[in-house]
Every structure is written in structure tokens, then in C-alpha cells.
């Protein structure tokens, strides 16, 4: 399935109508654009590359550059894919609005947590940690980590301090409240990974059933036959008497 490229702007809340107070994260998905389109017969897979966020071009290297012009987009900061199952769920538009989802849908929200530096087992774990009493000298660290004579070395994934945070997290069923179109952000229910400013992903959730996506062009309106005028149709019959 294929989603949109955000921003996250950091929370609020909205009332549901119980008058109950619901927690929200505000993501900006603003200038998403498709960029390029991966196909079965040239890439060996389907799916499309979504591009987000403009930037200038003399910031960006000369392989982004020759990238967005080739495709015929603009310089962005962020690219993405999005895999289909067939090419003919390729999208014919120019980019992705949040029209692809909607109030009440639930999503997946893919993004980094924030980084909290160097910490101990007791942070980074949930370890219970040693006795606290007066005479110990073990309140915080890790405890015995070897593991005997046989096989006399620390096992590999061992839970021991090092840096916590920065991680790629994805948050799953996340209901979007609410879509403010004229402001171009979306609503989603709960906490979102990352801080202010920081780039996200969301797509339809892979254990929710969810709508059917339509990237289809919408039909333009045929033009209204102009309406006659009563001095219009007077006059046939001012020739016709003649």
C-alpha cells in the first residue's frame, strides 16, 4: 500500500463528541509528489517512489540532482518507496494527497525515536537494579554479565549500558482523528516516534483491513452548454414573420 511522507509538528488535543479529551499528533503531509515508478518487466518489482519536503537544489549532490530531472520533480529532501503487489496499482497522478486516508482509518506511523545518549542497564533495560541499602556498592551496575568456564566470554546481545534511543521505531494501529486540509496536516491519535521537526512515514496498517486505495484521475466536467437568451430566441421569430 502506498503512504505519504510527513513531518511531525508536535501535539495537541481534540474532543471527540462524547466531549472527551483525545490526544493527537499533528504530521504535516504537505508537497508529497510521486517521483518515479518501479515495474515488474525493468526493475523486477512494483512500486513507486515518493518525494517530500523542497529543498534547493545547490544543497543537494549532483546524483539527487540528475535523479529529480530525469524524473521530471522537484528537489526534495526526503525519498521513500512504497511497494505494490502488481503494476497495475501504479499511480497515474502527480503525487499523493491525504485524500488516501481516512478519518477513523488505522495506520502505521514508521519513524526514529529521539536519542538519549549513553545509559545504564537500569534505563536502557528496565533492569530492577542491586540493593540500594547503606554499605552496597552495586546500585546501578549490571550484575555478573560472564558466563563460567564454559563458554568463558560474554553471549552475543548481552543487555548491557551503551546508547539508547535514535532507534527506527514503528508505531502500529494509530487511528487518524481528524484531516485539516486547508492547513494540510493530518490528526493521528496517540504519540508518534521522534521529535519535533523530524521525518515520519505513515501507510495504511498492515493488520487493519482499510479502504481500497484510488489513485485515479477524476474526470473533468464536461462544459455547459450555454443558456439562450431571451433576445436569442426572438429572433428566428422576428425572421420567420418577415
Known amino acids: 500500500m502506498i503512504g505519504l511522507i510527513g513531518k511531525k509538528l508536535g501535539m495537541t488535543r481534540v474532543f471527540n463528541d462524547d466531549g472527551e479529551a483525545v490526544p493527537v499528533t499533528v504530521i504535516d503531509v504537505s508537497d508529497n509528489e510521486f517521483l518515479q515508478k518501479r515495474t515488474q518487466e525493468k526493475d523486477g518489482y512494483s512500486a513507486v517512489q515518493v518525494a517530500y519536503d523542497d529543498q534547493k537544489e545547490a544543497r543537494l549532490n549532483m546524483a539527487k540532482n540528475g535523479h529529480f530531472k530525469a524524473h521530471g520533480g522537484k528537489p526534495k529532501r526526503i525519498i521513500r518507496e512504497f511497494r505494490v503487489e502488481s503494476d497495475d496499482q501504479l499511480p497515474d497522478v502527480d503525487g499523493p494527497t491525504m485524500d488516501i486516508f481516512e478519518e477513523g482509518q488505522w495506520i502505521d506511523v514508521i519513524g526514529t525515536s529521539k536519542g538519549k545518549g549513553f545509559q545504564g542497564v537500569m534505563k536502557r533495560y528496565g533492569f530492577q537494579g542491586q540493593p540500594?541499602?547503606?554499605?552496597?556498592?552495586?546500585?546501578?551496575?549490571?550484575?555478573?554479565?560472564?558466563?563460567?568456564?564454559?563458554?568463558?566470554?560474554?553471549?552475543?546481545?548481552?543487555?548491557?549500558?551503551?546508547?539508547?534511543?535514535?532507534?527506527?521505531?514503528?508505531?502500529?494501529?494509530?487511528?487518524?482523528?481528524?484531516?485539516?486540509?486547508?492547513?494540510?496536516?493530518?490528526?493521528?491519535?496517540?504519540?508518534?516516534?521522534?521529535?519535533?521537526?523530524?521525518y515520519v512515514l505513515v501507510r495504511p496498517a498492515i493488520k487493519k483491513d482499510h479502504p481500497v486505495q484510488d489513485f485515479s484521475k477524476p474526470a473533468e466536467p464536461e462544459p455547459e452548454a450555454p443558456e439562450e437568451t431571451e433576445a436569442e430566441e426572438a429572433a428566428p421569430a422576428e425572421e420567420a414573420a418577415e
Open 132 to 198: 540500594a541499602s547503606h554499605g552496597h556498592m552495586m546500585h546501578r551496575r549490571p550484575g555478573g554479565v560472564g558466563a563460567g568456564t564454559d563458554p568463558g566470554r560474554i553471549w552475543k546481545n548481552k543487555d548491557m549500558p551503551g546508547r539508547h534511543g535514535n532507534y527506527k521505531k514503528t508505531i502500529q494501529n494509530l487511528k487518524v482523528v481528524a484531516k485539516r486540509p486547508e492547513d494540510n496536516v493530518i490528526l493521528v491519535s496517540g504519540a508518534v516516534p521522534g521529535s519535533k521537526g523530524s
